[in-house]
Structures are given as structure tokens and as C-alpha cells.
């Protein structure tokens, strides 16, 4: 029997249906089950950092656990397709957060495969009504996040999912959009932090799909009819575009 692994919370420690998903500077993520088999799970956990003061490093990580689930709550109460929070403990020496398990892909992924799927069969783009279905549900999604007011903070194609009802083949680009990875979100409906979302959007659609960049306009023109000030948050994205092009001028 393997040993427990001891960066786990206290009551994840014993489970034997848990994988390590993604480690980053500030947390992990694992794979696992809360409170019964059956309920699958994202578990986000914040150990202890032995470089911050002890007192700082409890307040902090108190503050974004508890900033990132009611953000989650929030976005769930408006309608903005997330995932659910199942638990949470702060004050844990592995502080940690669960949350719902997204079945599916993350958009990145779908858009990885269905490239080479078309590149297969000799189609182009312009053919290709389902991509161009999916860029609009993306824009929905992005513009009913910030029609409420909240800021994603991290938008990239691997911070959106395609939830499908049953495993699919790799070509099928139905179902639901969801946001994921809440740990950056803040809240705010300025027409400026709203358009720097949409901008960092825009160039990791760009950099991770260079070949499919110009389907990005199906996400603006969707994010403007489900947004209310839609209209206005993409001409301060024009102002966001030039300085970012500047910037990479200089260097």
C-alpha cells in the first residue's frame, strides 16, 4: 500500500480514487470524489507556503478560497454556466476548495482536433458551420460572465470547456461552454477591465490557434448580442489592441 500523499487535506488523504491533475505555483488540482463515489470532483488545494510569514500566508490564502467560491456561487445563482461548489475549508493546514467535475474538453483541446479532423478531410474554415457555432457559444459565455459583472482574469482556450452529456468522437463540437479556473476573477464592470478579458482572449486564440484566428470574430460578434454594452466594451477593446501593439514594439 502506497503512502498517503501529504500534501493532500486531511480528508482527501484516504481516497483511493484521486489523481494530480495540474500542479502551479500556488495549488494544485486533483481528480477525486466528495463525499460519495459517485459525485466527481475538482479539488483545488493551497498548502502552506513555509517562504510567506505564517500570519500573511493564512490571510491570503483565506482570501482567494473564499474570493474564488463566491465568485462560483455568484455566477451559478445568474446563470452563467460554471462549475457548482461542493466544499471548502480555509483554515486547513492544505487549505482547499471542491468543486464540480466538468466532463468534456476544454475548448483548446476540441479546437485542436477538429483542425486536424478538417485538415483530413481536405475542408477549410470557411466550410465548417460547427466551429463557427462553437465561437458563438464561447462569446455567449464570456459576455454573460461580464454582463454580471465579473472579470475571468485568465482567459485561454484551456479556461473554457465543451461539457458533452456522453463521450463523444473528437470532430463533435456540441454542447455546453463552460468557465472554469475562477482563482484571478474579480469583480468589475468597467468597460476597460472587461475589454483586457476579451484582449487576453483574443491573443490565446491567437498564439494556440493561429490557422483558425480570424473564426475570432464569431466570439466578439456573439459576446456583443448577449451583452448589453457589448457595443461598448468592444471599441475600448480597439483601444486595448493598439496599445498592446505598441507595447510589443517596444518591446
Known amino acids: 500500500m502506497s503512502s498517503p500523499d501529504l500534501r493532500l487535506p486531511l480528508p482527501f488523504r484516504s481516497s483511493s480514487d484521486i489523481a494530480l491533475i495540474t500542479q502551479g505555483a500556488e495549488g494544485l488540482v486533483y481528480r477525486t470524489t466528495f463525499l460519495s463515489p459517485d459525485t466527481h470532483c475538482a479539488l483545488k488545494v493551497r498548502p502552506r507556503k513555509a517562504y510567506r510569514h505564517p500570519t500573511l500566508d493564512a490571510r491570503l490564502t483565506r482570501h482567494r478560497i473564499l474570493a474564488e467560491a463566491r465568485v462560483l456561487v455568484r455566477c451559478a445563482k445568474e446563470g452563467v454556466s460554471v462549475p457548482g461548489v461542493l466544499g471548502a475549508d480555509w483554515d486547513a493546514d492544505a487549505a482547499w476548495l471542491a468543486i464540480e467535475w466538468i466532463e468534456g474538453r476544454t475548448i483548446r483541446a476540441c479546437l485542436d482536433d477538429f483542425l486536424h479532423h478538417l485538415e483530413d478531410q481536405g475542408a477549410t474554415l470557411e466550410d465548417s458551420a460547427e466551429l463557427k457555432d462553437l465561437m458563438k457559444r464561447v462569446g455567449h459565455a464570456v459576455g454573460r460572465l461580464h454582463d454580471i459583472g465579473i472579470i475571468h482574469g485568465d482567459l485561454t482556450t484551456s479556461n473554457l470547456m465543451l461539457r458533452h452529456a456522453k463521450e463523444e468522437a473528437t470532430q463533435n463540437l456540441e454542447g455546453d461552454v463552460y468557465l472554469i479556473d475562477f482563482g484571478l476573477a474579480t469583480t468589475s464592470s468597467q468597460d476597460e477591465d472587461q475589454a483586457v478579458d476579451l484582449y487576453v482572449l483574443e491573443r490565446a486564440f491567437g ?19 448577449s451583452f448589453r454594452r457589448g457595443k461598448t466594451v468592444l471599441k475600448r477593446l480597439e483601444d486595448v489592441r493598439q496599445r498592446g501593439r505598441k507595447k510589443s514594439m517596444l518591446g
Open 207 to 225: 498564439s494556440t490557434h493561429p490557422q483558425a484566428e480570424g473564426l475570432f470574430k464569431e466570439v466578439l460578434k456573439s459576446y456583443e448580442q
